[in-house]
């Protein structure tokens, strides 16, 4: 499948919650998975960031420098269909980028460990269990599918806001 526009805000999908999906959508699975794969340092993608209103992600760490660096735990893919959060255990605040608010990262706090289910693309029901980055992933795509943003959960758009760094070419 060809990977797909990512939207931008100020687009209206990103500020609705996403409808359920009702079950696996193979098409939509791969068409998440080939968008994410395309956009460096993307770690995740939810169906509202290609223009669709329903409830479903990818998630995948596993190719984060820091992630592979530090030897962090992941679950590798995860695509999962009408997910949602079960529990959540402390939290921390740390800088979060989105492919759907390009021009900013922002401070944003989120539990540690998470407990999110949902349907795979195979139909079975999956119950992750994530800490971290990872945790953190999952947490930013759920919120995608609520109409949230992460400038949304920022304390102070003064201090926890910030115009992100573009760099034209990397110097060896």
């Keep these: 499948m060809p990977e797909r526009s990512v939207v931008q805000i100020p687009n209206e999908v990103l500020s609705q919650r996403a409808a359920a999906t009702g079950g696996p959508d193979a098409a939509l699975a791969a068409d998440l998975v080939d968008t994410m794969r395309v956009a460096p340092g993307c770690v995740g993608l939810a169906a509202p960031q290609i223009g669709v209103a329903r409830r479903a992600f990818a998630v995948d760490v596993s190719l984060n420098r820091a992630v592979q660096r530090n030897q962090w735990p992941h679950h590798g893919l995860i695509v999962l269909f009408d997910p949602e959060l ?31 289910r949902g349907t795979d693309p195979d139909g079975h029901e999956r119950v992750i269990e994530a800490e971290g980055f990872e945790a953190r992933a999952l947490q930013h795509e759920l919120d995608h599918l609520d109409g949230t943003l992460i400038l949304d959960r920022v304390a102070s758009v003064r201090t926890d806001v910030f115009r992100r760094k573009r760099y034209e070419g990397r110097r060896e």
């Design 86 to 116: 079960l529990h959540t255990v402390g939290s921390e605040i740390r800088r979060e980028g989105c492919l759907s608010v390009p021009d900013f990262t922002a401070d944003v706090r989120r539990a540690l460990r998470v407990v999110v």
